[in-house]
């Protein structure tokens, strides 16, 4: 974790971090590494199909050797939970989903590296895409 005084050094790419995905990021703050992708908007799974506005589905992750507590993260760490809820809820009112009927976005946010900064780096990594 970081002092409030202390300047992070900040590093960034936008695009070129997967071939695949429609968008990717790369992001470090400090020690936080984060990787983000998207995919879409494509169309709809059938039972989707007849909304009116875009579905965003979203993964976020944080890699078992990512901090020094080793922590074994599954999907019930309350934590990851929380902060997988808010950067939810953070994309699906950036992006504006009545543009994009019977769609769908997915949206996976990796943690590499953990040094504190998990929430921030997540938003800013999937923002960037």
Do not use: C
Request: proline content about 2%; cysteine-free.
């Amino acid at each position: 974790s970081t002092w409030a005084h202390e300047v992070l050094a900040v590093k960034f790419r936008i695009g070129g971090v997967s071939q695949n995905a429609d968008g990717s990021a790369y992001l470090e703050i400090g020690n936080t590494k984060v990787i983000a992708y998207v995919y879409g908007p494509w169309e709809a799974r059938k039972r989707k199909a007849a909304l009116q506005k875009a579905v965003v589905n979203f993964k976020y992750t944080v890699a078992p050797f990512s901090s020094v507590e080793r922590k074994k993260r599954g999907r019930g760490d309350r934590q990851s939970q929380e902060i997988a809820m808010g950067l939810r809820q953070a994309f699906e009112s950036a992006i504006l989903l009545d543009q994009y009927p019977r769609s769908q976005i997915d949206i996976y946010v990796h943690v590499v590296e953990a040094d504190g900064g998990l929430r921030k780096g997540g938003v800013r990594g999937g923002i960037m895409v």
